[in-house]
């Protein structure tokens, strides 16, 4: 009787698991680690949620057109402890954000993309992104 109900406990543990992991998406899934985006412009609106934050914002575009963009990063929590917060992303703020492009380049209603690091008006660079299965390690592209 003892094993039954170990092993019961056993597999409903692993569905519960399993649950979880099937839930959240993987950064290659949705995300193109090839299609690198490097966006200047001004945020429109931060969306401080769980499982993910969203940063909206106006990119200028070379031609001198504006794109809207919005930009997953990691979790709130993530943001806070890296220094980031509704205080410092405000609607207006002028941001470099380097991330990558989403796997839909369709850009309807927005361009959609995963944030790797922000540089804010002083010069800071911080990291944004989420790290997760098939997001790229370490630096970005253009890095020297």
């Known amino acids: 009787m003892n094993r039954f109900i170990s092993v019961i406990l056993l597999l409903a543990s692993i569905v519960l698991l399993q649950s979880t992991v099937i839930g959240h998406h993987a950064f290659s899934s949705e995300f193109d680690k090839d299609s690198p985006v490097r966006l200047e412009g001004v945020i429109t609106r931060m969306e401080w949620i769980n499982p993910h934050t969203w940063l909206h914002m106006t990119a200028t575009l070379e031609d001198g057109g504006t794109e809207e963009w ?7 929590n993530t943001l806070l402890r890296a220094g980031l917060t509704n205080q410092i992303l405000l609607p207006g703020t002028e941001i470099l954000v380097r ?7 369709d ?3 927005k361009c959609r993309g995963s944030g790797r690091d922000i540089t804010l ?3 800071d660079n911080v990291f944004m992104g989420s790290s997760g299965v098939g997001a790229p390690p370490g630096g970005f592209p253009d890095d020297n």
């Open 121 to 123: 008006p002083n010069g």
């Open 107 to 109: 850009c309807i209603p």
């Open 99 to 105: 991330g990558y492009q989403s796997k839909d380049p």
């Open 70 to 76: 919005m930009l997953e990063g990691g979790t709130p």
